[in-house]
């Protein structure tokens, strides 16, 4: 999928009076993506979620830094250092780092998130791409350019994933591609302990649900007990 949906939504306010309360009864672990475009809106948003009744926070920082000229805060391990620190004073909740593939090594601001006091970090999010009409000679999308995901990114996740699983000592969550149980096994033998799904669920809205029966019948088939026990045991040739 090449989607160019932007960040827009109603606004943490909104969230917090009208989402919040219907996902709370849903009996699952509620963890906020939040996103700013200045250092400040980072600040000021996870203030406010500080005081929220959420499980976590995942910062995405794939989005502009206007103050910076446009770059992404998510792109070097200063940037993602900084704003990971000043929301760390502000966030008690825990905190796990986005981080953006649209790097030539993800392993630099996946540091910066673990020395400013994330408590993990998750990738990938998508990759930047771009698709044509060859007979308008228009780019598909009005933004000409989009966020890749879906299965044709798995490959670069899993290396990112087991990448980083090298370079940081705290948990990581992975996503990219994933669509059945096999899929999340490969994401936990590279250093994944715990996997996420975007895409997969415009496939087939129960894709979550069966990738979990495929992660126990992987369980069930290789006599795992604890799932745990298979994080991060891929063998390199
Ligand atoms: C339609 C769509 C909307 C997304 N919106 C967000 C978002 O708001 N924040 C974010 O951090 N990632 C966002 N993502 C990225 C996904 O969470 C995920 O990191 C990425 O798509 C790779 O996983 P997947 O292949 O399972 O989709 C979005 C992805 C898709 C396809």
Request: with cysteine; glycine share 10%.
């Amino acid at each position: 999928m090449l989607n160019s949906i932007g960040l827009q939504n109603p606004g943490v306010e909104y969230f917090m009076e009208y989402d919040l309360p219907w996902l709370k009864n849903q009996d699952v672990a509620v963890i906020v993506n939040a996103c700013g475009s200045t250092i400040e809106d980072y600040v000021e948003l996870c203030k406010i979620l500080n005081k929220a009744d959420i499980d976590g926070v995942e910062l995405n920082l794939s989005c502009p830094n206007v103050k910076a000229g446009c770059l992404a805060f998510g792109t070097t391990y200063e940037g993602v250092k900084e704003v990971t620190s000043k929301v760390r004073k502000v966030l008690d909740k825990p905190l796990i780092v986005k981080l953006t593939p649209n790097v030539t090594d993800i392993t630099l601001p996946a540091k910066g998130a673990e020395d400013a006091g994330a408590d993990a970090v998750s990738l990938i999010n998508t990759l930047l791409g771009m698709s044509i009409n060859i007979n308008t000679r228009k780019p598909y999308l009005a933004n000409n350019t989009g966020g890749l995901s879906g299965p044709c990114v798995k490959p670069v996740a899993v290396r990112m994933v087991y990448q980083v699983s090298q370079a940081v000592n705290i948990p990581i969550l992975g996503m990219g591609g994933i669509i059945n149980g096999g899929d999340a096994i490969e994401f936990m033998l590279a250093g994944a302990s715990a996997v996420s799904i975007g895409a997969g669920n415009f496939i087939d809205p129960y894709t979550s649900v069966n990738t979990v029966k495929g992660i126990e019948e992987y369980m069930k088939n290789h006599n795992i007990e604890d799932i745990n026990d298979i994080v991060g045991k891929v063998k390199m040739n």
